[in-house]
Every structure is written in C-alpha cells, then in structure tokens.
C-alpha cells in the first residue's frame, strides 16, 4: 500500500516544481508592443513577460500571426484592467489580395477559389460603401471565438464548419488608400469585435472576385500614441545592454511603461481625499461631491491623483468600488 502512494508523490511533485518555478516580479504598467509578424499574440506575451521578469502578464486582443503592429500587453495590476482596451475602438492598416478567397480569409490559408478581376475604381468604392457604418458580421471559422468552450478555429482545423450568428459592428472610418491591378490597401477605423479578415472576404465577394488579406498592421488601439510603440528587438536590445552594463534591467525597462490607468483614460475621473479612498479600498461605497451621476469612473486620490481603480456609480449616487489596485512586494509571489 505505501508503494502506490509513493508513486503518487513522485509524479505530482514535478508538476509542483514546474508552477513554482517562474515567480517574476511585482511590476505594474501598458506596453505598447509593435508585434511582429509570424509570431502569435501569446508568443510574443511569454517574451515580453520573460524580459520584464513579470509575474503577471496579459495582452488586450489577439492579433493574428500575419499581422503586425499595435499590442498593449499589461503587466501586474493593469491586467485588471485589459478589459477596457478589448472593448476600445481599433485602427488598421490592410492590404487585400483581390481574385483570390482563402479558407483562412488571408493568405496564411489555402486557396479555395479563383476568379478574375473585372473591378473598376468606381466599383470599388460603391463595394466600400456598404461596409461603412453599423453593419452585421459574420465571423470567421478561424477565430478565437469560443462554440462548447473551444475556439472555432480548432474546429475548422479538423474540417467541422459551426453556424455563427451575425454579429452587430460599426465601421466609423474605411479609406480606399491605395488600387493598383489587383491590390488594395485600406484603412479601418472599427469597433471592438471586428474581424478585418472576415471584412475583407465580405468585400471580395460584393466585388464578386474573391479577396483575402495580404498584411494586416494595427495601427492604434483607444487613444494610445503610434510612437510610443517598442519592438521586441528594442527591448530585448535594452535588456542585453543593461546587464552587460551591470545595471538592473527593471532601470531601463519600467520607465517605458505607460501608467495603468491609461487604459481607462476615456473613465470621468473622480477625485476624493485620503480618509475617503481608505473607506473604498476595504470595499465601501463612499459619496463624493461632483461624482458623475451612473456609469463606471476613475477613482483617484489626493492632488498627487493616484490612480486606485475604476469604481461605478450605484442606485444611491454612491462611488463603488468595482476593480482596485493591490500593490504587492517585489519578493512577493503571485
């Protein structure tokens, strides 16, 4: 009887060992990843966490491996707020290859049919019309959209095609930059859940040609700088410097971290006093003068305005906590 049980240990101690051997650091911020193509939205989370010696990490929207362009991955207390930023307005850059539809709506894909291009200016721009605007999309069988708890994408993999439901978007800007033989390059200005991808099918077949995505860029994410964006060769250029310098990378990385709160920025700030925020930070609602009357807020403190979470406006005007900022020890394990 003791034999099995030893057994037992020995398997379930490794496993142990491998959760408890990345512990990472306490450290709080947005940074905005230019990612680069071929790679996965994960892969390039697992570098940046791994560069930072994060304990926690968390990126705000997949983009696809062909794409590139605009990832704000949040470390430590942000992740609470990485929400925020999946239901921001996006803007992208995308080039369609017109004659050709895939079965992945770009040309990571296969081809699946072919067709001549018979499409002038004029065409083009009635087709662009009617993607402006609230429309209905449907999305594409390879997202990440979840059908039983597995994303679409597995399904379409082994060949299984899942009924979707179209599902309401707004298109607020779409600009022909670009038409050259069969190429077109576009700018869109969209809400959340947009599948450029699933758009650009949906164009090709109004044009009746077919049409996938060549290069997809995400240009802006809410309101966050285009300039402040930080390739993975920087940082890790950064990090390689630092320690051949003997200085403790956290230096040199941290400050390129925006504030956490940036992520709510677009939240009515409310500001209270010291004695106040310390009713919120165990929980309580609190009432605060010139508190907007519903809705979610930034809650602040002090002239200093220190950021301690985002709180929402109950039945009674009250300010209530809703998501608070927890700092933690750098030693400490999360």
């Given at each position: 009887k003791t034999k099995p049980h030893r057994m037992i240990l020995l398997r379930?101690?490794?496993?142990m060992s491998r959760r408890r051997r990345f512990k990472g650091r306490d450290v709080h911020g947005i940074l905005l990843l230019d990612k680069p193509t071929g790679l996965t939205s994960n892969d390039v989370l697992q570098k940046v966490k791994r560069i930072y010696n994060a304990a926690k990490a968390g990126h705000t929207g997949a983009l696809d491996p062909l794409a590139t362009g605009m990832l704000p991955i949040c470390l430590g207390e942000a992740t609470k707020f990485s929400q925020y930023l999946l239901e921001a307005d996006k803007r992208y850059e995308v080039t369609a290859k017109l004659g050709e539809r895939t079965n992945t709506s770009d040309s990571d894909g296969e081809v699946v049919s072919t067709r001549p291009v018979n499409v002038a200016v004029g065409t083009l721009i009635e087709a662009l019309d009617q993607f402006r605007g609230p429309i209905?999309?449907?999305?594409?069988?390879?997202?990440?959209?979840?059908?039983?708890?597995?994303?679409?994408y597995e399904y379409a993999r082994e060949g299984i095609?899942?009924?979707?439901?179209?599902?309401?978007?707004?298109?607020?800007?779409?600009?022909?930059l670009s038409f050259e033989g069969d190429?077109?390059?576009?700018?869109?200005?969209?809400?959340?859940?947009?599948?450029?991808?699933?758009?650009?099918d949906d164009l090709g077949e109004v044009l009746g040609c077919g049409a996938h995505v060549t290069q997809l860029r995400r240009t802006q994410v809410a309101s966050y700088p285009y300039d402040r964006m930080l390739t993975l060769e920087q940082l890790e250029c950064i990090f390689e410097q630092?320690?051949?310098?003997?200085?403790?990378?956290?230096?040199?990385?941290?400050?390129?971290l925006l504030p956490m709160d940036t992520a709510v920025a677009s939240l009515p700030e409310v500001n209270m006093l010291t004695a106040v925020a310390a009713y919120v930070n165990?929980?309580?609602?609190?009432?605060?003068?010139?508190?907007?009357q519903s809705g979610q807020v930034r809650m602040t403190v002090g002239p200093e305005r220190e950021f301690i979470g985002v709180g929402e406006i109950d039945d009674e005007g009250?300010?209530?906590?809703?998501?608070?900022?927890?700092?933690?020890d750098d030693r400490d394990d999360e």
């Open positions: 379930i101690k490794p496993e209905m999309q449907v999305p594409s069988m390879y997202s990440a959209l979840k059908h039983n708890g597995r994303p679409l095609e899942i009924e979707r439901e179209a599902r309401p978007i707004t298109v607020f800007e779409l600009k022909l190429e077109v390059r576009l700018e869109v200005h969209c809400s959340k859940g947009t599948y450029i991808r699933s758009l650009v630092a320690k051949a310098e003997s200085i403790p990378p956290r230096e040199q990385l941290d400050p390129l165990q929980g309580q609602a609190v009432q605060v003068a010139g508190a907007p009250r300010v209530a906590p809703k998501r608070l900022v927890r700092y933690h």
